[in-house]
């Protein structure tokens, strides 16, 4: 027998807890998804206009199937209207509420799922059917299209063999079994698999419009770009700016408010603070050197803060068997950089104390069995850390056991080390140079740092090792379970490239027998040992810090919500007279 779910409200989702780590802004208003207005007290402002920042990362493409970083996602999830949209609820709590799937069934044995769509069109006029869906995802699985996000999708019956090029498309779990039911049938038992439907890569699209994937114009042009949600893309400028308008053919239209969303690139700090102290932006991060000026506005009620963990951390990866010095695939030198490293002293030079230092990998803010993951998996290196982080003598004889071991027969001060990042805001500066000095001074080697903004030749320096540290935070969870964490360093994962290449039998085992594991204590157990091998046997990677968000909003912004896999939801927000 299956189950008839009709998806009204909130949705469940999955077999875990949603997160309680992202919130909503409602200041006075009803903060009801979907509500047409504010209480009656609430007067509009004329213009519906929003101004917010682009930060951390740039926008590349608006192709759905080929974005990875999360300001892409945030655009396409506006303006794409896949089977459900992720926000958050009046308490705070992230749900799934329904979009282009009206209902959806699920068999007994948790399998097959079937979806009925909702009439809804693409901004064409042209309905948006099930078939849109298949071809998504069939698109996205072809391997010759060389798409990152591809391992997302292995959970269906016959993706990866499909991917291998070991079958052909009919014999994939997805049909159209109509213009308005899509059936989807899996291979694997995966309890987060309507978390990961709800990522843009999998979202529908429209081959007539696509035309040849040799043809990369569709996804890097605002003429080309077809808007299926409540807003469509209306000019970009790279680098620079994004504007969205509301599209008047979106299904739910009348319960969009905002008329034009407006993202700019602003790097400077003071910049950024200027915008927003004249109420040129509405929304901005907590900035170091305004951060308190700000909270005591806030703490006045003049404008809102919101703080949360945001699922993140930043991290060092190391390259596997590779590197520039060819000296950091050593076990003992990566473990001699990770022990150098004072986390606490780190975030207060940086951030001013405002971040975590991080002694684990699973990040806070990410979840497991309904409670937070780190209050189930203790971090592997606090004891660790603590022994080794001021005691200079054992971590150079640890960095000279490595050299040894390497056949360099060279001291200390011989050695220079490159430290890759792409990141250029201020605190991440600060942070930068922190590491070089612990490092030049704890350890007694040199090093250098190689920033590299533009994204196409970042993915080849570190597909191709070109680094000796990677300075990274450009991962978060896609679903709300440590699993996805640790599947980004198998070593099938596609991630796995821009991760350094981790290459471990025993780490991988331990990641595979997870699967379709349900017994929340077996898991935990796993996710230890994984985590531990991972950071404090393999020291693959060393984690610094875990990203605590702080955003300061306008009085006059109602109804804007922060979900956890998207910098901002909108779809509901609106402008007070002010």
């Known amino acids: ?64 199937a080929d974005t990875k970083m999360p300001f892409e996602w945030l655009v396409i999830s506006h303006t794409i209207e896949g ?28 399998m097959v799922y079937t979806f009925k769509l909702r009439d809804y069109n693409w901004e064409d006029g042209k309905p ?50 109509d213009d308005k039911t899509l059936e989807i049938t899996l291979g694997t038992f995966s309890p987060f698999f309507l978390d990961k439907l709800n990522l843009p890569p999998h979202f529908p699209v429209r081959l007539d419009v696509i035309g040849s994937n040799a043809d990369q114009s569709w ?69 170091a050197d305004y951060y308190e000026t700000w909270k005591k506005q806030a703490d006045s009620g003049a404008i809102v803060l919101v703080e949360f963990y945001n699922g993140r951390l930043v991290r060092l990866d190391f ?16 473990q001699a950089l990770s022990l150098s490293i004072d986390r606490q002293e780190a975030v207060d030079l940086a951030y001013n104390g405002r971040q975590v230092p991080a002694y684990g990998l699973l990040p806070k803010g990410l979840g497991f069995a309904g409670r937070p993951a780190r209050d189930l998996v203790p971090e592997p290196l606090t004891g660790l850390a603590a022994r080794y982080v001021n005691d200079t003598e054992a971590l150079r004889a640890l960095f000279l056991e490595g050299l040894k071991e390497e056949g360099y027969s060279g001291g200390l001060d011989s050695i220079t080390l490159q430290v890759f990042t792409t990141d250029t805001l201020q605190p991440l500066k600060v942070l930068q140079e922190y590491l070089k000095q612990t490092w030049e001074t704890r350890l007694g080697i040199h090093i250098n740092i190689d920033i590299v903004a533009d994204q196409g030749l970042a993915f080849t ?15 978060g969870a896609d679903y709300d379970d440590p699993l996805f964490w640790l599947s980004a ?90």
């Not at 709590?93 to 209902?103: L, N, T, Y």
């Not at 998504?136 to 798409?147: G, M």
Request: net charge negative.
């Open 1 to 64: 027998m299956k189950k008839w779910i009709v998806l009204k409200r909130s949705l469940p989702w999955g077999l875990l807890a949603l997160l309680a780590v992202s919130l909503i802004v409602s200041c006075g208003g009803s903060g009801a998804s979907g509500a047409s207005s504010g209480p009656a007290s609430e007067k509009l402002a004329a213009a519906q206009e929003l101004n917010l920042l682009i930060f951390d990362n740039r926008l590349y493409t608006l192709d759905p």
């Open 83 to 110: 089977l459900f949209r992720t926000t958050v609820d009046e308490q705070g709590v992230q749900k799934h509420e329904p979009a282009g799937a009206e209902s959806y069934t699920v068999s007994d044995d948790g």
């Open 128 to 177: 948006v059917t099930a078939q849109h869906y298949v071809d998504a995802i069939v698109r996205l699985l072809a391997p010759e299209n060389a798409f990152d996000y591809v391992f997302q999708i292995f959970d269906v019956k016959n993706a990866e063999a499909f991917y291998k090029k070991e079958v052909t498309a009919d014999k994939l779990g997805i049909k159209a079994l």
């Open 219 to 287: 996804g890097s042009s605002v003429e080309k770009s077809l808007s299926s949600g409540p807003f469509k893309v209306s000019s970009w400028v790279k680098d620079n700016s994004i504007t969205l308008v509301k599209n008047p053919a979106y299904w739910d239209a009348a319960n969009v408010k905002l008329e034009k969303v407006h993202l700019q690139v602003v790097d400077e700090d003071s910049t950024r603070a200027q915008l927003f102290n004249n109420r040129q932006l509405d929304v901005v991060s907590g900035a």
């Open 319 to 334: 390259p596997f068997n590779g590197g520039i010095a060819g000296l950091t695939d050593n076990k003992k030198i990566r």
């Open 461 to 475: 320096k570190l597909a191709g090792k070109q680094y000796d540290i990677a300075l990274a935070n450009n991962i």
């Open 489 to 578: 360093w198998h070593s099938t994962g596609s991630a796995n490239t821009y991760f350094g290449g981790y290459n471990s039998p025993e780490f991988d085992a331990l990641v595979d027998s997870l699967n379709g594991v349900t017994d929340i204590q077996k898991r935990a157990e796993t996710y230890i040992a994984a985590e531990k091998r991972l950071i404090a046997e393999d020291w693959q990677v060393a984690p610094i810090f875990y990203t605590q968000l702080d955003f300061f909003i306008q009085p006059y912004v109602q109804n804007l919500k922060f979900p956890a896999l998207s910098p901002y939801d909108f779809t509901r927000a609106y402008i007070l007279e002010h």
